[in-house]
């Protein structure tokens, strides 16, 4: 059963409120970007304090400095002036449930919805799958903490980052909702100068 007819009343409700929003400035004002992960049981809005217009939201699977999330960064400050940015990453990350290994064996056997039991990923489908998957990085997690050093330190060390962006990196704790500040991963953000 599909969700569309759910959303799109959804969007009719939304569109008939919208009112000011449509004066909203293309740049966000108050002029920072978050990248974090898709997960739905996070919701920047609410976590950081934000009201529509207010900051760039970037989002893929585990909150990871893919080249994709850089390039949308980059965006974000050249054109769009976001002068401070933040990473959260996020307990709990199904990102920490499976390798590349295991993505590449999965998808190899079938595209059908694997089942995530207490040995982890199966394949519960049926082929054929495809070798495809060998030639993507599944950007994993085996370290929470260090991989926010870690997507923190790419950002920051990239040849089209400036280093007068400070970059602050955390964990959202998905049981308590707080944002933990990574020290090490603050640390390798911190602005260098102009």
């Known amino acids: 059963m599909s969700i569309l007819n759910e959303v799109l009343s959804a969007n009719e409700e939304y569109a008939a409120r919208f009112g000011e929003r449509a004066e909203l400035a293309l740049p966000p004002a108050r002029g920072f970007a978050i990248l974090t992960c898709m997960d739905a049981r996070l919701d920047p809005a609410k976590y950081a304090g934000l009201s529509e217009g207010d900051a760039h939201v970037i989002r893929n699977a585990g909150g990871r400095a893919s080249d994709d999330a850089i390039r949308s960064l980059v965006i974000s400050y050249k054109l769009l002036g976001t002068a401070e940015w933040f990473v959260v990453h996020h307990t709990d990350c199904g990102m920490e449930f499976f390798t590349d290994d295991v993505m590449r064996g999965l998808l190899a056997q079938s595209l059908d919805t694997a089942q995530l039991g207490p040995a982890g990923f199966t394949d519960v489908g049926h082929g054929p799958g495809s070798s495809e998957a060998a030639y993507i990085d599944w950007l994993t997690i085996s370290d ?21 962006i400070p970059i602050h990196g955390f964990l959202y704790d998905v049981g308590s909702g707080r944002l933990i500040e990574v020290p090490g991963a603050t640390e390798v953000g911190a602005a260098t100068g102009p």
């Open 144 to 164: 929470q903490s260090g991989a926010v050093v870690d997507d923190v330190a790419r950002i920051r060390n990239h040849p089209l980052v400036p280093g007068r």
